[in-house]
């Protein structure tokens, strides 16, 4: 339905009002974050700020996070630490994220999963256990890290990897399932 429709659906004129104002709000978002950034953005993304969205979530100094990332439970990350967007940070069993990571668009860490609950048709329990990523780490695009995990200082995680084990400081990991290269 294009915004001219949508726009004549709604019975409020106040309402009406409103929907102009946001899409020219949003229009002139776009427009000066191409100008100045050369980037588009969601319109959430482009309204709040990331670093304070990090410091409502107690997160370290200087970290930032975007408003499309989803942020679950016990969340702790530390200093200087990008969280891209789209991302899913699953703290439920307690996950902690060291100091100046780079945790790129679209990835994953869990801290729980529900294989059992699944299936044994809902009669075992969901399945907790804390997971770590060390400082200095870089976990690039759509990376999947399941619960439990913990990975060491300084790793490198390489795109589209599914890590379901733990890897000591300064690894370089890739694959499905992730293993050292």
Known sequence: MDREKQLNNLNDKELQELF??????????DSEFLKQYNRSLPFADMLFDRWDRAKLLG???GTSIYD???VLGNVIVGKNTWVGP?????????????????????????S???????TSGGVEKYEYSKT?????????PNVIIA??????????????????KSFEDGSKIAG??????
Not at 20 to 29: A, P, V
Not at 91 to 108: H, T, W
Not at 176 to 181: D, F, G, V
Request: proline content about 1%; aromatic content about 8%.
């Open 68 to 70: 499309s990332s989803v």
């Open 112 to 118: 729980h999963d529900s294989v059992k609950w699944a």
């Open 20 to 29: 102009r104002l946001l899409n020219k709000l949003k229009n002139t978002f």
């Open 176 to 181: 499905n399932p992730a293993k050292l290269i």
């Open 147 to 164: 619960k439990g995990v913990s990975l060491g200082d300084g790793c490198i995680v390489g795109a589209n990897s599914f890590v379901n």
């Open 132 to 140: 770590t990523i060390g400082n200095n780490c870089y976990i690039a």
């Open 86 to 110: 789209n991302t899913m940070l699953d703290g439920s069993g307690e996950l902690s994220i060291g100091d100046n990571c780079s945790i790129s668009a679209g990835v994953q860490i869990y």
């Open 59 to 61: 997160f370290g100094d």
